[in-house]
């Protein structure tokens, strides 16, 4: 198969947002699109793709009160017509109630993110070059708490059948750029000369600062950056802690927090503490 160029994918992309927006004015006459902003390349790549396309939408940045201050000024100074949905409790408020998100429980993900933009047709930029996951994406498909009602739309057939099968609940998720590189998103920001997000100077990624899925190294460069951010996430722990029933494997929320950012198992984390002290006394003269 013959690769496209970046002109033919930005062309493929505006021409399947412009077929989508019979869907998502179908669902939400009045707004259109859902566009999901992080303020991140790909975002915006996604969001001048849509106003290239002419199309009805409605642009949404999902606070999580776990953001980059610098990625904050950044959406509110280059883009002011971005909506900000702030949640009803702070990602340190449910911490203390949850206890940490991690990779197998992020349930920050589905209180902040995956829930934004039910009843709409919702345009994001995720890409398939990003994970395994996402490479098994196609560019529409259906979204829904249960796994069951799951997977690819045909937007042609729901056309023909004039959209009866939509529901007043239904969240349709279409992704512009998911066949594009990372190369091709960077080289769509310089042709449409797009302002670049601070964030990158320090960062590979845009996004929450203690993110589950973050690697640690990231984590504790945004600790350097963030000490509030990382006091108020230490202050959550000791509140979860103090609640927690049972025996505490581990000594303080200090600890707690070094090995969350670890992303070791706990196991793990405490038999190589273990090992750390050991080594500390035989040496200690």
């Known amino acids: 198969m013959k690769e496209m160029t970046l002109q033919e994918k930005i062309d493929h992309s505006i021409a399947l947002i412009r077929k989508a927006e019979k869907l998502a004015l179908k669902m939400r006459p009045e707004m259109g699109f859902h566009v999901g902003f992080s303020g991140g390349k790909d975002s915006q790549a996604v969001l001048e793709l849509v106003k290239m396309a002419g199309v009805k939408y409605r642009a949404v940045y999902s606070v999580t009160t776990n953001d980059p201050a610098d990625n904050v000024r950044f959406i509110k100074q280059h883009y002011p017509d971005v909506e900000f949905s702030v949640p009803e409790k702070s990602y340190f408020q449910l911490i203390a109630q949850k206890g940490v998100p991690t990779m197998f429980n992020r349930w920050c993900c589905a209180l902040f993110k995956e829930t934004a933009g039910v009843g709409y047709v919702v345009l994001t930029g995720v890409r398939k070059e990003e994970s395994r996951k996402r490479a098994a994406y196609e560019e529409v498909g259906k979204w829904s708490r249960s796994k069951d009602e799951k997977g690819r739309v045909d937007l042609d057939k729901m056309e023909a059948n004039e959209f009866r099968c939509v529901g007043g609940k239904d969240k349709f998720m279409v992704y512009p ?74 000594s303080s929320a200090e600890d707690y927090f070094d090995w969350w950012v670890s992303k070791e198992s706990l196991d793990t984390y405490l038999s190589k503490k273990r090992q750390t002290k050991i080594e500390f006394k035989k040496y200690d003269l």
């Open 177 to 250: 750029i998911l066949e594009w590189t990372e190369e091709d998103v960077w080289e769509f920001i310089a042709l449409r000369r797009l302002p670049v997000n601070p964030c990158y100077k320090t960062h590979k990624c845009v996004g929450c600062v203690f993110c589950p899925f973050a690697r640690p190294k990231e984590v504790r460069a945004y600790c350097e950056t963030h000490p509030k951010l990382k006091a108020a996430f230490i202050n959550a722990i000791e509140q979860y802690r103090e609640k927690a029933k049972g025996r505490q494997r581990l």
